[in-house]
């Protein structure tokens, strides 16, 4: 069981992950998500959440007032807070299985042109990106850290596809085959229709290998290292 409290003020985007996977770890209480629209903390009567920045500048700042009464609202115990930000660390899948063993993250979404550094400077345990692009708030990527960081709690994923991973370590996956036999003419590989296990282990894991070194020479190269 992990909690994730989420501190927003655009909680309707998180609609979304009520549906799938992660949706059926909710329903089982696998993981919780406690959405707070930092919105409903503005002490003024216009429920004003951004101002503009100290020294001039395009765009609006989230003040610290409001960032720090909707923390202040949050159940504390042991819990993590992290700051989605494009000057974070990037997530990678080590970060991911890290975070899947605490019980209690706050994940801080910013929008705009960011928040007031000072409320920052006081509740921020750690930044994280999710990679050198820029998007327009840190919403999409706390549900890419909550869809990555879920699949890691106990219950959430089948045993198969766990143990699976495991096996791939680092390199890219070998390529999968459904019904129907033949397709536009072109039919499945033969060893996979055979039956003969060892065979079919075989032929994946040097699959793997030969995508991996063709579309991943970086993974390839850092086999060993993973991540
Ligand atoms: C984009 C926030 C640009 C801030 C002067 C000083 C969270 C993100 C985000 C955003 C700026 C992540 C400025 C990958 C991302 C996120 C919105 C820069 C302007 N001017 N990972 N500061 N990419 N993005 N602020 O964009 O919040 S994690």
Known sequence: MIKFDVLTLFPEMFDSLKTSIIGKALEKEKIHINLINMRDFSQDKHKK????????????????????KAYQSIQKDQAKVIYLSPQGKTLNQKKVEE?????HLILLCGHYEGIDQRVLDKIVGEEISIGDYILTGGEIPAMVLIDSVSRYVDGVLSKDSIQEESFSSGLLEYPQYTRPEIFEGETVPEVLLSGHHEKIKKWRKEKSEEITKKKRPDLWKNKETKC
């Open 99 to 103: 975070l899947s063993q605490e019980s």
């Open 49 to 68: 959440v951004d101002d503009t920045p100290y020294g001039g500048g395009a765009g609006m700042v989230m003040k610290p007032d409001v960032v720090y």
